[in-house]
């Protein structure tokens, strides 16, 4: 199987409608792309949950998520389910973020993801964002939408691991949930990590990739 590699980072932007999406999608490349690339800037928005347990959360999360990074942080108050009537004020806050940022990699939803915000949210992104190589994250959920992704990063089992310990310790407000649960998680990583001939992995969708493969 073919590796490209991205080179050093120094700066990257990830993007989720709720807290917890990020990490959940791709909290393993985050460790390993802030440990590869100390002092890597990390911009990050989500569109919901601010002002309360969930802003709390996700801002005690994403500083384990990302070690040693510049990370920048914003959580809006958007309500949840219901970005496409609040469509003007997400635009808006992309474009924000566009603005003080020009960033290397942006993470964010995959456009074929079933839930609305996570989907709408995927389709804002590349009007902000359009020369930007944009990587689209799965999030493991009971809608059964997990599709054929083209783009896998390997992950050691010590990171995979760690990942889930920190989905586990920092979202206590989630742990309700049915699919919200090791098994889940690793067992996702599991089968990305066999279809990319590696032990776990995280997967994305791309809509457009460049090249340089040399002379």
Known sequence: MIRLGAGRLERIAAVGAHCDDIA?????????LCRANPGLRVDVLVLSGGG????????????AFCPG??????????PDGRLPV?????????????????PQLVLAPRAEDAHQDHRGLAR???????DHLVLGYE????????????????L???????????LQGHYASQRHRPWYDREAFLGLARIRGIECQTRYAEAFAVTKLTLDLGE
Do not use: M, N
Request: glycine share 8%; proline share 5%.
């Open 24 to 32: 959940i999608g791709a909290g393993g490349t985050l460790l390993t």
């Open 52 to 63: 309360g347990e969930r802003e709390d959360e996700e801002r005690a999360a994403l500083a």
């Open 69 to 78: 990074a510049d990370l920048r942080v914003t959580v809006l108050k958007l």
């Open 86 to 102: 609040h469509w003007d004020e997400a635009k808006a806050a992309v474009e924000e973020l566009r603005g003080r940022t020009d």
């Open 124 to 130: 804002l992104v590349p009007t902000a964002f359009r």
């Open 139 to 154: 999030i493991v959920k009971w809608d059964a939408d997990l599709g054929r992704p083209v783009a896998y990063q390997p």
């Open 156 to 166: 050691s089992p010590e990171v995979a691991e760690e990942k889930v310990r920190l």
